[in-house]
């Protein structure tokens, strides 16, 4: 399944920042490994992004609320990163969204919280819906 959110600003300009689930995987522990891509079309870097999503089970019903901690992003840099969810099997997710943003501060000091969520597109291609 592909489904971009909020596409506008970066499926026409490339600007803002991309968060693709890529695949989600069964781990060793019995839960599930997200492989997440995020693409930096920010015109600065970022010393650390990282947002919150929320984990729905099949009935819809909000499970955890982990953060995705990529760390450093460089501008105009795709970055690959993987997540375990710990005693959550792949089969029982119905959807991720994105929550909030836990911190996205430029490689300044600069507060990006505000950019790096209306500047925030998603895309799944897996079959667990992700969005905004």
Do not use: H, Y
Request: one cysteine or more; proline letters at 5%; a negative charge.
């Amino acid at each position: 399944m592909t489904a971009l959110s909020a596409p506008g600003a970066w499926a026409q300009t490339g600007d803002g920042i991309l968060l693709e689930l890529n695949a989600a995987a069964p781990s060793e522990q019995g839960g599930c490994r997200l492989t997440v891509v995020v693409t930096n079309g920010l015109p600065q870097g970022l010393e650390r992004a990282a947002w919150q999503v929320a984990i729905f089970d099949a009935a819809g019903v909000v499970q955890s609320l982990p953060v995705l901690d990529f760390g450093q992003l460089v501008s105009g840099k795709t970055k690959v990163a993987m997540f375990e969810l710990q005693g959550r099997p792949c089969d029982q997710i119905g959807r991720i969204i994105v929550n909030d943003v836990a911190e996205c501060r430029a490689d300044d000091g600069t507060d990006m919280r505000n950019p790096c969520l209306t500047g925030l597109a998603t895309r799944a291609l897996t079959d667990i819906e992700f969005g905004i």
